[in-house]
């Protein structure tokens, strides 16, 4: 009987281990490209190894690689099946929160990052054509935050959405992708500093930043750029000194913190 070759074996053996990939592969282009929807089903697990040609092995090692990603959540049982997730801000979060939990990243250094940013998408939005509609949105997620201001989670989803729309609103997508990311990590801060501690309300602090809100969206309307951007960047230091005060340290203790 003549042996393998060597070669060949350890093609084979290297096929065998990339059909798993190729197949998370696929899958993720579909969903990422927005051929599967949000809660579209896949099918079950025979259908899609009948359709690559797969063992249930290589298929199931397919499977782990996207669940692991957020891409999937396999559901079991006669009514589950595989249902594929779209990509989105908190998915990013939580990587980036691991990757900066892993470096021992601290909560200052994250809303640093977030205080570059948005004063200057604050000048950019005041500069720009839309900025009475602007205003006006900013204004509207300002009173949605004013009606969930005793809900300290309801109120730090609603603060987030106000601070990634503002860096949306000045025009640039891969800036907003940023900010969607930071104001994750940073709002499960909010939503911690927002409990009440040994009895004491924050609702006063929570107010104050409304007010301070509002008097951004006054600049922005105003066309007053420099002075929209200063506003936002005082704004963004006194934020950083009550998260700081009151509330997580390090990304690690935000991770404490989930919607």
Do not use: C
């Not at 987030?160 to 503002?166: D, P, Y």
């Not at 907003?176 to 609702?203: F, H, W, Y």
């Amino acid at each position: 009987m003549v042996a393998e070759p060597r070669k060949t074996r350890n093609r084979d053996r290297a096929t065998l281990r990339e059909k798993p990939q190729r197949i998370a592969d696929e899958l993720r282009q579909l969903i990422v490209q927005g051929d599967l929807s949000e809660g579209e089903s896949l099918g079950h697990e025979p259908d899609l190894v009948e359709r690559f040609g797969v063992s249930r092995p290589s298929l199931r090692e397919a499977l782990r690689i996207l669940e692991t990603e957020g891409l999937i959540s396999v559901k079991r049982g006669v009514l589950g099946g595989i249902v594929a997730h779209r990509p989105d801000q908190r998915m990013t979060a939580r990587t980036a929160a691991l990757v900066l939990q892993a470096r021992n990243v601290p909560l200052a250094d994250v809303h640093a990052a977030r205080s570059l940013l948005e004063p200057v998408a604050a000048r950019l939005v005041a500069t720009s054509r839309g900025r009475l509609a602007a205003a006006n949105e900013l204004r509207r997620l300002t009173a949605e935050q004013l009606e969930v201001i005793d809900g300290p989670e309801a109120f730090g989803n609603a603060n987030s959405r106000f601070h990634a729309r503002l860096v949306e609103l000045a025009g640039n997508q891969t800036l907003g992708i940023v900010a969607e990311m930071l104001n994750e990590i940073v709002g499960r801060a909010v939503a911690a500093v927002s409990q009440p501690e040994d009895g004491k309300d924050t609702t006063d602090t929570r107010l104050r930043g409304l007010r301070s809100q509002a008097r951004l969206a006054a600049l922005i309307e105003a066309g007053d750029a420099a002075g929209a951007e200063e506003h936002w960047k005082e704004h963004m230091t006194t934020v950083g000194k009550v998260l700081l005060a009151q509330g997580a340290k390090s990304v690690i203790d935000l991770m404490q913190h989930q919607y």
